[in-house]
């Protein structure tokens, strides 16, 4: 794509939702001129994503199904006073499969690497130095920037993927291990098997805080892995973070804060799973939209994309009230309204996690699940 030519279709930002659009207009789109620019040296950020497959539109499959590398028919949850094992399809991938699916999909004068952007308008980036180039439209897709506008909680996590000598022996991810002690809101840890001997052990936190002692967090999973038996852990990779979970109502002030007209996708634009903090399934729904525009133009994508996130937080009304009770819950206690939640049926937990709730489930889960610490302190 020339600078200075109007044409096609600019999007700032290679983690998730930026390179997942990024892919879909490349196959879906094959037309439309397009420039992928991401500040690191690779797409997808440094991070594994595990999602339900239910959360993710059948006929949108075919963006996330290539690059899933890991599928589980269930999971298991652990409480102080209870365990359970249920049944859901899990799907998951590290972040160089988006990377690896970017190269393929893209040739390489429609992508840029190791290149900041420093500011951006509707049908324009500029680039260090003064350097502009402009097209139709743009999409801000560089993650999440000030977003003091919203009411959030704040899910920290400390993930590591180890190798061990021998096998782990879990067979399904433990999505939710709240044995632990109870520390700054609602602890648990995470594992997930990525094969006979390695697994990914992440200890997070539902939180009023996003700050993270990491040092602090890697010393807990150290005493974890003790207790589990998982001794001679080759330590692989990493990481630490913390995602953004909506307790308001209003997402629209995001979209005005900055300035600039721009559209917005991922957790920049408030496209986030209300409970969860995680992008995957908004970022395959807003790149399987972008192939259906007629017009690239920025403005109008703005208008386009500012209305989908509106509708998605209208509909999402339920889960941020949960949200809100659970974080006005009394940290210690936090623990006990999620175990409660986890003794409704399964099937009505799994639609939950699918964000396909009716009446009558919101209605079982308000009288299900504990909140009475929550109310008690309003």
Not at 170 to 197: H, I, K, M, N, W
Not at 280 to 304: K, N, S
Request: aromatic share 8%; glycine share 8%.
């Amino acid at each position: 794509m020339a600078i200075g030519k109007r044409d096609g279709l600019l999007i700032a930002g290679g983690g998730l939702a930026g390179s997942l659009a990024a892919i879909a207009m490349a196959k879906k789109r094959p037309e439309v001129p397009i420039l992928l620019v991401e500040e690191s040296d690779r797409f997808g950020g440094d991070h594994v994503t595990s999602f339900f497959a239910a959360e993710i539109d059948e006929a949108q499959r075919w963006l996330v199904d290539p690059l899933v590398t890991h599928h589980w028919p269930g999971y298991y949850v652990a409480f102080p006073e209870q365990s359970r094992k249920l049944k859901a399809e899990i799907g998951s991938f590290a972040s160089e499969r988006i990377d690896q699916a970017v190269r393929a999909a893209l040739k390489p004068d429609q992508y840029r690497l190791n290149t900041k952007v420093v500011a951006i308008r509707d049908n324009e980036l500029v680039l260090p130095g003064g350097e502009k180039i402009r097209a139709d439209g743009a999409i801000d897709a560089r993650g999440a920037a000030n977003l003091s506008t919203l009411d959030l909680g704040w899910r920290k996590s400390v993930a590591r993927i180890y190798r061990f000598p021998q096998p782990h022996r879990v067979d399904l991810p433990v999505l939710a291990d709240a044995t632990v002690e109870q520390l700054d809101g609602y602890r648990f840890v995470q594992c997930l098997p990525l094969s006979e001997d390695r697994l990914l052990v992440e200890d997070n936190v539902y939180a009023d805080s996003a700050d993270i002692d990491v040092a602090a967090v890697g010393a807990r999973l150290d005493a974890y892995l003790l207790k589990r038996g998982w001794k001679g852990g080759v330590l692989e990779r990493e990481q630490a973070g913390a995602l953004p979970i909506a307790l308001g109502d209003d997402v629209h002030p995001l979209w005005r804060s900055g300035g600039a007209r721009v559209a917005r996708f991922g957790a920049r634009g408030g496209f986030l799973n209300p409970v969860t903090g995680h992008a995957i399934a908004d970022a395959v729904r807003t790149a399987a939209l972008l192939t259906e525009q007629r017009d690239f133009d920025g403005a109008l994508l703005h208008d386009a994309f500012e209305a989908e996130v509106g509708q998605m937080w209208r509909k999402r009304e339920f889960f941020r009230s949960f949200n809100s009770l659970l974080f006005q819950t009394p940290a210690w206690d936090r623990h006990k309204v999620m175990a409660s939640f986890y003794r409704l049926d399964q099937a009505l937990i799994g639609r939950f996690n699918a964000g396909q709730l009716g009446v009558l489930d919101r209605m079982h889960i308000q009288s299900g699940v504990n909140f009475k610490a929550a109310r008690a302190a309003r």
